[in-house]
T-cell receptor
Framework: GENVEQHPSTLSVQEGDSAVIKCTYSDSASNYFPWYKQELGKRPQLIIDIRSNVGEKKDQRIAVTLNKTAKHFSLHITETQPEDSAVYFCAASLAAGNKLTFGGGTRVLVKP | DADVTQTPRNRITKTGKRIMLECSQTKGHDRMYWYRQDPGLGLRLIYYSFDVKDINKGEISDGYSVSRQAQAKFSLSLESAIPNQTALYFC??????????????FGPGTRLTVL
């Protein structure tokens, strides 16, 4: 089955700096890669996703890149703000709407 | 607003007890999932169901069972709870969201402690 590895497990950045989280996956058949943000005590919520026919996708201060050949994808957060402090999860799936395999999560702390 | 709800939100039980966690959704989605979350391990899939007559095991189904009573309801049971089943449990559905993607929507979670 699919295996998703996520690094780093914790990330501390200064407000205004950028944060990068990296994930690798094992199943070359995976085609859908969402990112979820989980604030303390809350449920995970989708923040951005990318499909295998796209190499990069941006939404305001967040972007995701995908390298299907190398089987890795990354989340980039620019101009970090205190409200970006949360746990971020990457995931992989055969298709959107299908079961997800999650990475272990990255706890991001943005220091004012 | 259409939502995914879970009951109970918190539960403390003893080893050997039978426990049922319930999930309901008003999103009209066919697909439903149960995950457990442990620190450092992310979310791991326990069971999933693509419609009322379809039940599938996930990566960690041992010690759990599920029932899909209706399109809107998907219950998770622990027949004989053990301490290493202490975790945060999330129900999820999948369908088209405001992003236009066929995304998964999570319930608020149930924190289960097995003593």
């Amino acid at each position: 089955g699919e295996n998703v590895e996520q690094h780093p497990s914790t990330l501390s950045v200064q407000e205004g700096d950028s944060a990068v989280i990296k994930c690798t996956y094992s199943d070359s058949a995976s085609n859908y890669f969402p990112w979820y943000k989980q604030e303390l005590g809350k449920r995970p919520q989708l923040i951005i996703d990318i499909r295998s026919n796209v190499g990069e996708k941006k939404d305001q201060r967040i972007a995701v890149t995908l390298n299907k050949t190398a089987k890795h994808f990354s989340l980039h957060i620019t101009e970090t703000q205190p409200e970006d402090s949360a746990v971020y999860f990457c995931a992989a799936s055969l298709a959107a709407g299908n079961k997800l395999t999650f990475g272990g999560g990255t706890r991001v702390l943005v220091k004012p | 607003d259409a939502d995914v709800t879970q009951t109970p939100r918190n539960r403390i039980t003893k080893t050997g007890k039978r426990i049922m966690l319930e999930c309901s959704q008003t999103k009209g989605h066919d697909r439903m999932y149960w995950y457990r979350q442990d620190p450092g391990l992310g979310l791991r899939l326990i069971y999933y169901s693509f419609d009322v007559k379809d039940i599938n095991k996930g990566e960690i189904s041992d010690g759990y069972s599920v029932s899909r009573q209706a399109q809107a309801k998907f219950s998770l049971s622990l027949e004989s709870a053990i301490p290493n089943q202490t975790a945060l449990y999330f129900c999820a559905t999948s369908g088209i969201g405001t992003s236009g993607s066929n995304e998964q929507f999570f319930g608020p979670g149930t924190r289960l402690t097995v003593l």
